[in-house]
């Protein structure tokens, strides 16, 4: 088996186009858990509902870019409605608790899609068409590369309303330290329910990207959010580079392992790479070890 | 206090009796005769299992509008598993003991039906199977029948049509999923005798998004003059538009797991010049009119289209002929007894459905051999027939 560089690169671009799709999820987990120190089981949800939401009103008649800018603010909504109704509703649980009860909301999200949907594949057409680019002896869809610059766009978009923002200064205030923020007058309900809608918006925007290349069901949101889960934290859990850095080597992890291992394997690497990172790398590549003073 | 309690106590006992003199005197209405159908209408398999929930409803009506079978009405139960075969065993146990139905025509997916077989064999009702593999009639189960063609059949199939073009290496990329595995476990059975070698197989997840990593390994491979894939649902769709990504310019077929419009429309583009073997149903207006089946698939493509609004495919004709089948046996048997049944349905002969001509035996629960299988190829985002010449 004469390993070439074509092979290779081929390897690399499938990794670099699933890589973003975790990448943008990855974001997502990561405002959340930031914002409120919870780790977002329905994120995968929010993927799902940007890219159904859009082809069934396109499906309704709407042209698409018109259907695609009402999915995202929908989408947000239910972020938006998640947090309101399910996690400050909980107020002062645990963390374990907060998790499971996101894990219910992707179940119960699920379900409605089903019903208010249907159960079968759609696509959507590429924004670039779908004749592929030739480099070196491979090839990349136009649409993997809309979707790795949607992720740096997404990410430095991010970055500029955290830093630079006063919203975003709350953020960091919150998720420096909570009674600290509401002691200084921060609405914290109000601010962390902004950073749920965000993260449904930036996942609605993600599905709306990713539905040309992988499809989209009402079920792809389960194991997108255990792929996204597992680049956050491998990229580092509370950092956003992190997460875009960690979704792209998941995904060439994968890639690489689908071409040179087996591909009957592909999915065991996300949940090698959480296990990995749990043990020996808590804080992932980027993110900062916690620190706790007993 | 008790005065009340008195009254009320006598009003649910006037109630009860009641409801049983109304549940007495409907008795002969409720007397219908229950036929029973898990299908995959969700999750990975929907779009041979949605198909196949609608033509099941709209012909089990349509009988029951001409008067239903023996003097009898139908009542149809239909439970979606999902693909999954642990859901569907459980749902085959609640038509055996809750709805006591008597038959079944269903089990979508290799999976599902090999999950449920047992189920009606010890209950010993018998079983028409929507499915591809070919174990699920080989060895012959006396309980158990099926309609659509074998995988063994689509290989044999496809093999032929290679040969024909004077192409004799291969590539295989499977869905690790019971068909796709199934079928490629009979290709590679298959091939010596049919002179084809196959010189790579690849594999992947049903639910995989991205098959590039393998069609780069089957392109780097010396020799292959073709690729096969085995496999339904989401995965062949996927697989195909790889393989355009990639420009491999080597024939390309797929089996009849991807025999529905759905396949076109989520392949889009990429699908033109791919080759797969099919029932007649697909290409119901191009047959020559000299063709056995041709009013049998025309009939049936009308009323599909016409009652669902969708393109037809050939799982939902499937179904219609398992639901032909056992209607057609029930009537000879001029009873639902299940054994009566299961006997006529073994002894179905003659009968021309959308999959091609059945002729049953104790030995062969299928029925259907080569002749029923055409080789079709997409062509503009449409079936055309591919003729014996090979072109």
Redesign the interface.
């Known amino acids: ?2 390993i ?1 560089m074509a ?1 290779f690169l ?2 690399f ?2 990794g670099l ?2 890589g973003a ?1 975790y990448a943008l999820v990855a974001i997502g987990f990561t405002l959340i858990y930031n914002a409120s120190d919870v780790i977002n089981f329905a994120q995968g949800e929010f993927v799902m509902l940007g890219g159904m939401i859009t082809v069934f009103l396109g499906y309704a008649g709407l042209p698409l870019p018109l259907a695609a800018v009402i999915a995202v603010p929908v989408t947000a909504a239910v972020g938006f409605a998640l947090y309101r109704f399910a996690i400050a509703a909980a107020r002062e649980a645990t963390a374990v608790t907060l998790i499971i009860i996101t894990i219910g909301a992707s179940i119960f999200i699920r379900g409605a899609a ?1 019903i208010a949907f249907d ?3 759609h ?1 959507l057409p590429p924004l670039f068409g ?1 004749n ?1 680019i ?1 480099v070196g002896g ?2 990349i ?1 136009p649409q993997s590369l809309v979707v790795l610059g949607g992720a740096l766009i997404i990410l430095v978009l991010l970055w500029v309303f955290i830093d630079r923002t006063l919203f975003g200064k709350a953020v960091i205030a919150i998720s420096a330290n909570r009674t600290a923020a509401r002691l200084v007058g921060i609405d914290t309900r109000m601010i962390v329910g902004v950073c749920f809608a965000l993260a449904a918006g930036i996942g609605a925007v993600a599905g709306i990207l990713v539905t040309p ?3 989209t ?3 792809v949101g389960t ?1 997108l959010a255990l792929k996204g889960f597992a680049a956050a934290m491998l990229g580092g859990i509370g950092s956003a580079t992190g997460a875009v850095v960690g979704g792209v080597l998941l995904g060439l992890f994968e ?1 690489l392992a ?2 040179y291992i087996s ?2 394997y ?2 065991a690497v996300a949940f090698l790479v959480i296990v990995a990172v749990l043990f020996a790398m808590p804080q992932g590549l980027l993110g900062t070890a916690k620190i706790e003073r007993v | 206090m008790v005065k009340e309690k008195r009254m009320i106590g006598r009003l649910p006992i006037a109630a009860l009796g009641l409801g049983l003199a109304a549940a007495l005197v409907a008795a002969p209405a409720w007397a219908q005769v229950k036929i029973g159908a898990v299908l995959s209408a969700s999750g990975p398999a929907s779009f041979l299992g949605d198909p196949e929930k609608k033509t099941l409803e709209i012909y089990v009506a349509d009988i029951n509008a001409k008067g239903g079978i023996n003097g009898q009405k139908l009542q149809l139960v239909v439970y979606d598993d999902g693909g999954d075969a642990n859901a569907a065993r459980t749902f085959a146990t609640r038509l055996v003991e809750e709805d006591k139905v008597v038959a079944m025509v269903g089990g979508t997916t290799t999976g599902t039906t090999m999950a449920m077989i047992p189920v009606f064999e010890d209950a010993q009702i018998p079983f028409i199977s929507l499915a591809g593999a070919i174990e699920i009639i080989q060895p012959v189960r006396k309980w158990v029948f099926k309609t659509p063609h074998t995988d063994r059949m689509a290989c044999e199939k496809i093999f032929a049509d290679l040969k024909r073009r004077n192409l004799t290496t291969v590539a295989l990329i499977s869905g690790t999923d019971a068909f796709g595995h199934s079928m490629r476990d009979q290709c590679i059975a298959v091939a010596p005798q049919a002179g084809i070698k196959i010189a790579t197989v690849e594999n992947y997840g049903p639910g995989d998004s991205d098959m590039t990593p393998q069609l780069t390994k089957i392109k780097a491979t010396a020799g292959v003059q073709a690729v096969i894939n085995t496999g339904f649902g989401q995965g062949p769709a996927i697989v195909t538009r790889n393989y355009r990504q990639l420009d491999i310019a080597y024939p390309f077929y797929q089996s009849h797991g991807v025999a529905s419009k759905q396949f076109v429309d989520l392949a889009g583009a990429a699908a033109n010049g791919v080759r797969l073997p099919a029932a007649a149903l697909l290409v119901a207006d191009k047959l020559p009119d000299s063709d056995a089946q041709k009013s049998v698939v025309i009939a049936y493509k009308k009323a599909y289209e016409a009652a669902a609004k969708q393109a037809v495919s050939t799982f939902g004709g499937h179904a219609y002929d398992g639901l032909m089948i056992l209607t057609q046996a029930a009537q000879r048997a001029g009873s639902f007894d299940k054994a009566r049944v299961r006997d006529e349905i073994e002894r179905t002969t003659g009968y021309v459905g959308t999959g091609g001509k059945v002729n049953m035996s104790p030995a062969d629960h299928l029925g259907l051999d080569l002749s029923a299988f055409r080789m079709l190829e997409i062509k503009n985002g449409d079936w055309t027939l591919v003729s014996d010449s090979g072109s």
């Open positions: 088996m004469g070439t092979e081929q390897f671009f499938s186009t699933v799709i089903e159960k079968r594949f696509s779908s592929p030739r491979a090839t869809l290349i992988t499809l069901s009402y079920n194991l890639a689908a071409g591909a009957s592909k999915d």
